[in-house]
Structures are given as C-alpha cells and as structure tokens.
C-alpha cells in the first residue's frame, strides 16, 4: 500500500516561513516526477512546484523566488521551503508522486497524501 504523509503545516504569521514534509512509503519505488499542490478555500487545486527524478524543478509563477522544493531520496521524502509567506498562501498543501516525468496536471498523478493546512495571519 503506498502512501503519502504530509507534516509541517500551521500558522504562520505573514512574512514568516514554513517547511512542508512529505515522506512516501509502500511500492512507489522512485517517482519521476514529485509535487506539491494546494487548495484554498472556495477554489480549484493548484499546481505549488514540482521536482523531477533528475531534479529540474518548476513552480507557480505566485510563489517563485519564495519557496524551494527538494527531494532527500535516502529518505523517501520531499519538502517545501516556504518564505515571505502571504495570507494568499493560505491552503491545504498536497504532496503528490507521479510516474509520468515532468507531471504537472492533477491528473497525471498517482498518488496524493492527505494534505495539510498551512494559515498565513496576523
């Protein structure tokens, strides 16, 4: 059974940093493509930043030069360096393992965790 476990969300405060962990296990072997993705209230699920198997990386032009994903594959775990957050990042975050290389719908993913929310306020 393959599984998904994100950790690290809460509240921050704006202009604060957070570090989203999510650490895979069961037969997911090494996915080409690991990502994470969020969903704020009210609205659809967005694509955060995505790290291949040969680490190229790709994010949302909203949070480019402020977050930083990276992949710790000794330890089957992926993580989201979240800084100068804005109450506009406030969403649950979604760590997500592809196959398909450079994945970057929603549908193209196989696996997802559960998620985990992450709140940006004063």
């Known amino acids: 059974q393959v599984q998904l476990v994100e950790s690290g969300g809460g509240l921050a405060q704006p202009g604060g940093s957070v570090r989203l962990s999510c650490t895979t296990s069961?037969?997911?072997?090494?996915?080409?493509?690991m990502g994470w993705y969020r969903q704020a209230r009210g609205k659809q699920r967005e694509l955060v930043a995505t790290e291949t198997s040969n680490g190229d990386t790709n994010y949302a032009d909203s949070v480019k030069g402020r977050f930083t994903i990276s992949r710790d594959n000794a330890k089957n775990t992926v993580y989201l360096q979240m800084n100068s957050l804005k109450p506009e990042d406030t969403a649950v975050y979604y760590c997500a393992a592809a196959q398909r290389f450079r994945a970057t719908l929603t549908d193209d993913y196989d696996y997802w965790g559960q998620g985990t929310q992450v709140t940006v306020s004063s």
């Open positions: 069961g037969s997911i072997g090494s996915p080409n493509t």
